[in-house]
């Protein structure tokens, strides 16, 4: 079954830069009905979706981090990635990736990653 | 409106029936997906579209949808079902995912 995994920091600075990257296994990230997700999840607070990539490059961001917010898919090594930048306080979050079906006007968060921890703080 | 609306918390009687909803302008568009989040866990999907389940997901979970609300029906709840519920859906113009601020369930 498809598996996703995060890695990356659990420390970062502020207004330094966040990267972090999703593995996914026994499946490929290239299928055309998917696209692939970072949410993540302030302490103690609800969910938070940051953005999404197509395999084919697209992607879509939230608005209120789009400024900030970079996804990009590594194909040959069946991952995708976010960076963050600028990086307050406010960013300290768990973050979690997930696989995003698309079928026309429905749509899920079928697959999700355990999630990794990141703290902004000097 | 560009937000998605939850009753921040419900309750319900064990074995009885509940009902969470989910109100936004994405929601004439596009159908919402539900997500239920267990302290300490990530969340899992248990309903999508229409009224899709996943593989796994029990019978006792179902969805509609009417102008801009959409529901989650716990028919018969167990004390496994309580946990965070989470919508999600687009908005209304379509390029864009929107959280829900999450309904606490408690059953009792």
């Known amino acids: 079954q498809l598996q996703l995994q995060e890695s990356g920091p659990r420390l970062v600075k502020p207004s330094e830069t966040l990267s972090l990257t999703c593995t996914v296994s026994?499946?490929?990230?290239?299928?055309?009905?998917?696209?692939w997700a970072w949410v993540r999840q302030s302490p103690g607070k609800g969910l938070e979706w940051i953005g999404n990539?197509?395999?084919?490059?697209?992607?879509y961001y939230n608005p209120s981090l789009r400024s900030r917010v970079s996804i990009l898919t590594d194909t040959a090594k069946n991952q995708f990635s976010l960076k963050l930048t600028s990086l307050t306080a406010a960013d300290t979050a768990l973050y979690y990736c997930?696989?995003?079906?698309?079928?026309?006007?429905?749509?899920?968060?079928?697959?999700w990653g355990q999630g990794t921890m990141v703290t902004v703080s000097s | 409106s560009s937000e998605l609306t939850q009753d921040p918390a419900v309750s319900v009687a064990l074995g009885q029936t509940v009902r969470i909803t989910c109100q936004g302008d994405?929601?004439?568009?596009?159908?919402a997906s539900w997500y239920q989040q267990r302290p300490g866990q990530a969340p899992i999907l248990v309903l999508y579209?229409?009224?899709d389940r996943p593989s796994g997901i029990p019978g006792r979970f179902s969805g509609s949808s009417s102008g801009d609300t959409a529901s989650l029906t716990i028919t018969g709840a167990q004390a496994a079902d309580e946990a965070e519920y989470y919508c999600?859906?687009?908005?209304?113009?379509?390029?864009?995912?929107?959280f829900g601020g999450g309904t606490k369930l408690t059953v009792l």
């Open positions: 026994d499946g490929s990230i290239s299928r055309s009905t998917y696209l």
């Open positions: 990539i197509y395999n084919t490059g697209i992607t």
């Open positions: 994405g929601l004439r568009s596009y159908f």
């Open positions: 999600c859906s687009r908005d209304s113009i379509g390029n864009r995912w929107l």
């Open positions: 997930a696989r995003h079906e698309i079928l026309g006007a429905t749509d899920g968060l079928d697959m």
């Open positions: 579209g229409r009224n």
